[in-house]
């Protein structure tokens, strides 16, 4: 963060030859909001944070509509990121861009909005809301900078968030799964969860997870289905393991797979008495 801050050092180290210990006092009790904005920015560079973020709560509001006001915003959202209040951090920013939008400090402050919302962002199986809204800041903020040297940071939060997204979907998926057939087909519902999942996150590191489960999914309702159903669900079942198979040749699942497969295709015309290994 603190290289995007090189505009200012010039006049913070100029500043740093006029205070002394007693000289950050005077200047705060001052009224000359133009010296309490080079204090700040001194204040910042010395990395006090907290201290830095009190002067630049009363010079943004003083400064706002003059040069300096979207450089005291952005100041103020980098305090707070550098403070780990994410949330503050990525309010401030995002109201730099909307106030800015045009500016220097525009790419950014939509940059760091979306960085701010990810790490501001609380375990995705208890409330995915915050992940959603940090995958939106940084999607449009791909879509409006796509040249930006921040790019490939922003599509690595992403690609993070989509795979926390999907993990919480297989959690689901499994325990519909382990539910089986208490109080109603939750192998079906297994099956449309994952594969919800697979269509919304496709490149998800979890992808071979959840096609696995699916697949042991269809197999597990064929075993348990009446015996009017069972040919169609274990014909299911081979289809889909022939899609597995295609994609994951060298799976960590193959050896259960072709299993499934064996007993399915021997129990295709015996639908009288289920056939196992």
Do not use: W
Not at 155 to 163: H, P, R, V
Not at 218 to 226: C, D, G, I, L
């Amino acid at each position: 963060m603190r290289k995007i801050f090189l505009f200012f050092i010039p006049a913070v180290l100029a500043l740093s030859v006029l205070t002394g210990c007693g000289g950050y006092n005077k200047i705060l009790k001052a009224s000359d909001y133009g010296t309490k904005y080079s204090l700040a920015k001194n204040l910042y560079v010395e990395g006090r944070f907290t201290t830095c973020s009190s002067v630049l709560e009363e010079c943004v509001v003083m400064l706002h509509g003059t040069s300096q006001g979207e450089e005291s915003m952005f100041l103020l959202a980098s305090c707070y990121f550098n403070l780990a209040d994410y949330l503050s951090a990525s309010q401030y920013f995002q109201n730099c861009f909307t106030r800015y939008p045009n500016s220097l400090y525009s790419e950014s402050s939509l940059f760091m909005t979306g960085k701010s919302l990810f790490r501001d962002m609380p375990d995705p199986r208890l409330d995915a809301t915050s992940t959603n809204n940090a995958i939106s800041a940084l999607q449009r903020f791909v879509e409006t900078y796509p040249q930006s040297q921040y790019r490939a940071e922003a599509e690595e939060m992403i690609f993070d968030m989509y795979d926390r997204l999907a993990e919480k979907e297989k959690r689901t998926a499994e325990l519909y799964y382990n539910m089986g057939l208490y109080m109603g087909n939750n192998y079906r519902a297994s099956i449309i969860v994952a594969q919800n999942a697979l269509k919304d996150y496709p490149y998800t590191k979890y992808r071979e997870d959840l096609s696995a489960l699916i697949l042991r999914a269809k197999f597990q309702m064929a075993q348990e289905s009446v015996i009017s159903k069972k040919d169609e669900r274990y014909r299911d079942a081979i289809d889909e393991y022939y899609a597995f198979q295609n994609e994951f040749p060298e799976s960590k699942y193959l050896r259960e797979a072709e299993r499934i497969f064996r007993i399915s295709t021997r129990n295709i015309n015996d639908t009288e008495e289920l056939i196992e290994d």
